[in-house]
């Protein structure tokens, strides 16, 4: 069974900084890319970034770039999602996916965390 465990959330003013993490189990991160989603209340579930252990590829969706740094500790079994800089357009819930091969969008996502809350106060 595939288990995605996110922490890290929490309360934090605009300009700091944040790190999640996802510890991952019944998976083999040779095999599934692992992507951070959030989703703010009223909107939809959106990419964050994905890793791929196996070819070291990394994507970060517009908004985050050169802000967030997605990362593995291959020995832990978790990635991490470094935030730093974060404004109140990035509160939501963030949740960590596992896709087969790469990460393609919310609709490929083959398992899911059940997301950790990060509020960014102004």
């Known amino acids: 069974e595939v288990l995605l465990v996110e922490s890290g959330g929490g309360l934090v003013q605009a300009g700091g900084s944040l790190r999640l993490s996802c510890a991952a189990s019944?998976?083999?991160?040779?095999?599934?890319?692992i992507g951070w989603f959030r989703q703010a209340p009223g909107k939809e579930r959106e990419g964050v970034s994905c890793?791929?252990?196996?070819?070291?590829?990394?994507d970060y969706a517009d908004s985050v770039k050169g802000r967030f740094t997605i990362s593995i500790d291959n020995a832990k079994n978790t990635i991490y999602l470094q935030m730093n800089i974060l404004n109140p357009e990035d509160a939501a819930v963030y949740y960590c996916?596992?896709?087969?091969?790469?990460?393609?969008?919310?609709?490929?996502?083959?398992?899911w965390g059940k997301g950790t809350l990060v509020t960014v106060s102004s």
């Open positions: 996916a596992a896709e087969f091969g790469w990460c393609s969008g919310p609709d490929g996502v083959d398992s």
């Open positions: 019944g998976i083999t991160l040779d095999d599934y890319a």
């Open positions: 890793i791929s252990d196996s070819s070291g590829s990394t």
